[in-house]
């Protein structure tokens, strides 16, 4: 099946700090997404990306599928973006309809 | 999106135990998600439940196990059956919107 590798595991930022996450994947895609992972264990969907570059306020995504890779750059960093960022894909290899596979996450502190 | 919601967040069960996680939808939706999240782990799919048939289990996941039900479009339970602290877990419920992929809050269970 798929393999996703996520990098760094783990990764300490001041306030106001900016950070790039990334995400490797050893197959073709057509369904990759970034999620949070608050404190709390709640999964927040932030980006749904198979290709290109979107943003969402400090939070901008970037995939390179012919690459195999996407990027996670969160600027200006708050101490509310702590917490696990999680890369996920669909493997289409398994013919798992929607069945997401998960890199192992980055774990994320950002100290005040 | 998807607003979903578990039932009960958090338990802790005597070992030998069963437990049952209910996930409620607040739309229609096909197929359903259950996974697991082991402590400083990333997610693992258990099973995917369609209404109307039997779920379907991933490698290393068994019906006599982690029985499911799913008996209409926005309902689903899964039950955790003769628990044993290996069983200690977040046990988070799944559904596809569009593109992305939500989850509920998670169920946090403590095998003792």
């Known amino acids: 099946g798929i393999q996703v590798e996520q990098s760094p595991p783990d990764l300490i930022l001041q306030e106001g700090a900016n950070s790039t996450l990334r995400c490797n994947f050893s197959?073709?895609?057509?369904?990759l997404q970034w999620f949070h992972q608050n404190p709390w264990g709640q999964l927040i969907n932030l980006f749904y990306i198979p290709s290109g570059t979107k943003q969402n306020g400090r939070l901008s995504a970037t995939t390179v599928a012919t690459e195999r890779y996407s990027l996670l750059y969160i600027s200006s960093s708050q101490t509310t973006d702590s917490g696990v960022y999680f890369c996920?894909?669909?493997?289409?290899?398994?013919?798992?309809?929607?069945?997401?596979?998960f890199g192992a996450g980055t774990r994320l502190a950002v100290h005040p | 999106s998807a607003v979903i919601s578990q039932k009960p967040s958090r338990d802790i069960c005597q070992r030998g135990t069963s437990l049952t996680i209910q996930c409620q939808v607040d739309?229609?939706?096909?197929?359903m998600f259950w996974y697991r999240q082991q402590p400083g782990q990333s997610l693992t799919l258990i099973a995917t439940a369609n209404q109307g048939s039997e779920a379907t289990y991933e490698s290393g996941f068994v019906i006599d196990k982690f029985p499911i039900s799913r008996p209409n479009l926005t309902f689903s339970t899964l039950t955790v059956s003769n628990m044993s602290p290996e069983d200690s877990s977040i046990y988070l419920c799944?559904?596809?919107?569009?593109?992305?992929?939500?989850f509920g809050p998670g169920t946090r269970l403590t095998v003792t």
């Open positions: 739309s229609q939706v096909t197929m």
């Open positions: 197959d073709s895609v057509n369904n």
């Open positions: 799944s559904v596809t919107g569009v593109y992305e992929q939500y």
């Open positions: 996920a894909v669909e493997d289409l290899v398994s013919g798992g309809y929607n069945k997401l596979i």
